[in-house]
């Protein structure tokens, strides 16, 4: 009795007691005239397939099953990639298919794990798209740049899918204005350089409380009072502010008059 066997390309037979059968051209012959028997005993077992009737037999008589051992003509899907990644990601399974001598034919059209690149597709079937990449679409700034220069933008791959790149525009710096913003990007906001600050202007006060200095306040220039009221002292200036020039010195004057 032979079992039949797939080894290396050809076809060979295997007696039961383990000892060879003869060469590879008679034990095609063999197989093939098993194959017809397979083909009538597999209508009165419905829909079960050659190999199935071809394993089946040879459990019968007692001898090896060889899953290698297939029937001309037929296919079947394929896949030698890790468990599990199979129709994840890019990975998905081929086809083998049976050829005239009852073996199996490499497996055809099958996808198998990659090296991931950043393309919107998980190339190493881990479950993860684009990994090791900035994710596609994701916000960005302008690397290294402060205040308004630094400008934001999206991550977007490179068209060889070697890496991600921000696409945040380039801004130079500007002149300082008291607006609020950063414009020379020096990392100070409305600093006192801006134009127009740091002259003087008037206040609308009394006395020596009307001098004051323009300064950013609020990102707009204000006229900010540059000196506080003081004592009166006869300066013919208002010093306290109120209104009156050196009334301090009146009283004292007054208060002289009355001595006499």
């Given at each position: 009795?032979?079992?039949?066997?797939?080894?290396?390309?050809?076809?060979?037979?295997?007696?039961?007691?383990?000892?060879?059968?003869?060469?590879?051209?008679?034990?095609?012959?063999?197989?093939?005239?098993?194959?017809?028997?397979?083909?009538?005993?597999?209508a009165g077992i419905g829909c079960a397939t050659s190999d199935q009737v071809l394993e089946k037999k040879n459990r019968e008589l007692g001898l090896a099953d060889d899953a290698s051992v297939c029937h001309p003509k037929i296919s079947e899907d394929c896949y030698t990639g890790p468990k599990g990644?199979?129709?994840?990601g890019a990975c998905k399974a081929g086809l083998r298919s049976c050829d005239a001598d009852g073996a199996w034919g490499e497996c055809e059209d099958q996808h198998l794990p990659g090296v991931e690149s950043c393309n919107q597709t998980d190339d190493d079937c881990d479950g993860i798209v684009d990994n090791g990449f900035e994710r596609d679409g994701a916000l960005c700034f302008y690397k290294g740049a402060q205040g308004a220069c630094r400008t934001q933008g999206k991550w977007h791959c490179a068209a060889d899918g070697s890496e991600s790149k921000c696409d945040a525009p380039v801004i130079a710096p500007a002149m300082e204005t008291c607006n609020g913003v950063d414009d020379d990007c020096d990392g100070e906001t409305d600093e006192d350089s801006v134009p127009s600050a740091e002259t003087s202007c008037t206040t609308g006060k009394n006395g020596v409380c009307g001098a004051g200095i323009n300064k950013c306040v609020n990102?707009?220039?204000?006229?900010?009072?540059?000196?506080?009221?003081?004592?009166?002292?006869?300066?013919?200036?208002?010093?306290?502010?109120?209104?009156r020039i050196d009334n301090a010195c009146v009283s004292e004057s007054a208060a002289r008059n009355q001595g006499r």
């Open positions: 009795m032979i079992a039949y066997r797939r080894q290396g390309s050809g076809t060979r037979g295997r007696r039961a007691g383990g000892s060879r059968g003869a060469g590879g051209g008679v034990a095609r012959v063999l197989l093939f005239a098993l194959g017809g028997f397979a083909g009538g005993l597999t990644t199979a129709g994840r990102a707009k220039i204000r006229c900010v009072q540059a000196v506080q009221p003081g004592a009166e002292i006869c300066n013919k200036q208002d010093d306290d502010c109120d209104g």
